[in-house]
């Protein structure tokens, strides 16, 4: 159970249509980092903050080409590995779909609970969760290798069905 000092973020990104805020915010982040959010990025992301429960690279592209008919699949790899690269999305390895970060900075890597029934997403960031296995594989000679670590969980909604 998430305590008071974590962040659980399970409410997904803003409403359809109430993106705006977010993307400036992501782009004010890149300019500062000396980055550009270009337009196919800024869609990308857009896109990823419209499917709260990730999406695919494909389905991202087909997306991508209704607006875009030349757009390519190497297009949608260079924004994705962008928005990774700047903190901004992340990649669900285990179910091979991208989402973008709920959180603004990632001073702890980051807990993905991925509901194995209905494959939805959440972001959690919990300080002790995450210092206790770091302290566990420091022991062990280990260290994480990505700032992301997934662990299959039922969602509230598959525990109440």
């Known amino acids: 159970m998430p305590t008071k000092n974590s962040t659980l973020d399970n409410s997904g990104p803003p409403p359809a249509g109430d993106h705006t805020a977010a993307l400036d915010r992501a782009d004010a982040a890149c300019r500062a980092r000396g980055a550009s959010l270009t337009a196919i990025r800024r869609e990308v992301l857009e896109l990823l903050y419209r499917s709260p429960t ?41 179910m091979n779909l991208f989402v973008a970060c709920q959180h603004a900075s990632h001073p702890i890597p980051s807990l993905f609970l991925v509901c194995p029934k209905c494959a939805g997403v959440t972001e959690l960031q919990e300080k002790s969760v995450m210092s206790a296995l770091s302290n566990s594989l420091a022991e062990a000679g280990h260290r994480l290798e990505s700032p992301e670590v997934e662990i299959s969980a039922l969602c509230p909604k598959c525990i109440e069905k």
């Open 54 to 94: 990730g999406v695919k690279a494909y389905d991202l592209l087909a997306r991508i080409k209704e607006a875009r008919p030349g757009a390519s699949p190497p297009t949608v790899y260079r924004a994705l590995d962008f928005l990774i690269e700047q903190g901004l999305a992340h990649k669900i390895g285990r």
